[in-house]
């Protein structure tokens, strides 16, 4: 009989019993040159059944065409990045193709969801992509500015 106890005990502990999900990579403050790609890295451990998305200024976005101007923009509508040729995710991995100033300022987080249910979402610590002109010319939203103090031309 306790044998047949201990076979039910572990049976049930191994379909509800689950190790705690953790980021094993998330995403970190990064330098990246204007036009040029980067990747976000997103992944939780252990990983089996864990759906990913990523959140910019800590709300989810989406792409959509502007149907004034026939290009994609970047609005908050409340819905999870969704794969473009310039934006896209690949596993938890957000990977941008060619960094713009206005699409991609702001803190990236993601989230990782259970997608049985058996536990909680978890978002990672948000990250900034900051976006170079060139060098150590750092772009801000009207124009680059020059950092003298880092200039690759100095001594």
């Known amino acids: 009989m306790p044998l047949v106890f201990m076979f039910l005990f572990f049976s049930v502990c191994a379909v509800q019993c689950r190790e705690e999900a953790y980021f094993s990579k998330s995403p970190k403050d990064v330098n990246v040159v204007l036009g040029e790609p980067v990747t ?80 909680t979402a978890i978002t990672s610590s948000p990250a900034s992509i900051n976006i170079q002109c060139e060098y150590n010319r750092i772009a801000s939203a009207q124009s680059c500015q020059i950092d003298f103090y880092n200039s690759p031309n100095q001594s």
């Open 40 to 119: 976000l890295p997103c992944e939780v451990t252990p990983n089996e059944g864990i759906k990913y998305y990523w959140e910019l200024n800590g709300e989810t976005s989406t792409k959509v065409v502007d149907p004034a101007t026939l290009s994609r923009r970047c609005l908050l509508t409340g819905s999870k990045i969704t794969n473009t040729t310039r934006r896209y995710q690949r596993g938890g991995n957000l990977h941008i193709t060619r960094v713009d100033r206005e699409r991609d300022s702001g803190q990236f987080t993601c989230i990782a969801e259970d997608t049985a249910g058996q536990s």
